[in-house]
């Protein structure tokens, strides 16, 4: 889930644009990866799924939990 977060934040303030600092960062292998020797890219097609899928169990749990909760109930 922090890679989610990691991929949002290098589209959102840097444009797309990775670079190896951001490489080092990322727990998943292959999310950012060398496009030649000075360039980095990001890689999404093997980390998109998994991440969707993270996040709809969390959006899932939380609403299950606020459907639960007596003073979250509309």
Known sequence: MCDLVRVRNIVVHHGGWP???????????GVIIPSNDIFWKLELRAF??????????????????AERHPK???
């Open 19 to 29: 670079g190896e600092e951001h490489a080092k960062d990322v727990e998943t292998a």
């Open 72 to 74: 979250l109930r509309l």
């Open 48 to 65: 998109i799924g998994p991440a969707f899928a993270a996040a709809a169990v969390v959006g899932v749990t939380l609403t299950d939990a």
